[in-house]
């Protein structure tokens, strides 16, 4: 039987696998009133997970905001998961899903939670193009690739959060950006975010650096991306970071997390010189000693457009080693 320790100890070295742990819950049935689907979010987001406490209702919230409970002193924003997704539960709201992610705290009512699986990020495969109208970025195959796996869709939380707020805010203020950024001619930013709101929030703060760029939806696709202009670069007899001027990656994304992608990029002899830079929702000091450990020349948590350009222009003007 693996004592505490050791389970912390996996856990914590999973980035160096391109694996993770995904919490699976039920929210309830559909439309129908029969099929409850299982739903999926990513363990390192989740704080606690907690019997369904008081909530006090606040004065002109959102649709879907229960209100706020005082969990240990601090004051949480509740939302109801179900009525978010559009389902209805038999049970009730019986689970509290707390969570930590890009710089807030934030919890989630759900029907009920079934257990913590441990996948590779190649069992999980994008959800774009489905009729998952942005809440979900992927679709998790629980048995491995083989016939009747059992699915579950893995919530993109911070869709659903961005959602909820008030509207204001939701763009980036290209006056905020500040200088424009100067890069090499004929050179980019290659992006890469399986969220359509983190990449379209991206791509408005690139746009007001004056930055081009190419944007990617998954660590397999940027890295695959990367290989073919590679192969151009050779054919021109250029270097690739006169194409590439760095790359910029999400955490969490299917077939291939940013961890990998940045550890790939470090190790690989033609691509260890392009600065890389890990934006993402999955904050704290354990991701960034990983983010450390991988090579990533910086980290920025999820989402304030200033920080991005700032920790950008930094990368890219911090003199060569």
Known sequence: ???????????????NTNKFELLLFRLGADANGEHSELYGINVFKIREIVAMPPVTAVAGSQPHMLGVVNLRGQIIPVMDLPAIVGVTPKTGLNIMLVTEFARTTQAFAVESVDEIVRLDWSQVLTAEGSNATGM????????????????????????????????????????????????KQGSFILAADDSVVARNLIEQGLQAMNAPFVMTKSGKEAWDKLNSIAEGCKAEKIAIEDRVALILTDLEMPEMDGFTLTRKVKQDPRFSKIPVVIHSSLSGKTNEDHVKGVGADAYVAKFVAEDLAETIRRVLHKPAA
Request: glycine share 6%; charged share 30%.
């Open 1 to 15: 039987m693996k004592s505490v320790q050791q389970e912390i100890d996996e856990r914590t070295n999973l980035t």
């Open 136 to 183: 979900v970025t992927s679709i998790a195959r629980l048995d491995g690739d083989t016939n009747g796996t059992r699915l579950a869709q893995v919530l993109d939380v911070e869709t659903i959060l961005r959602r909820m707020v008030p509207a204001e805010g939701k763009d980036v203020d290209p006056e905020s950006i500040g200088p424009k950024l100067m890069l």
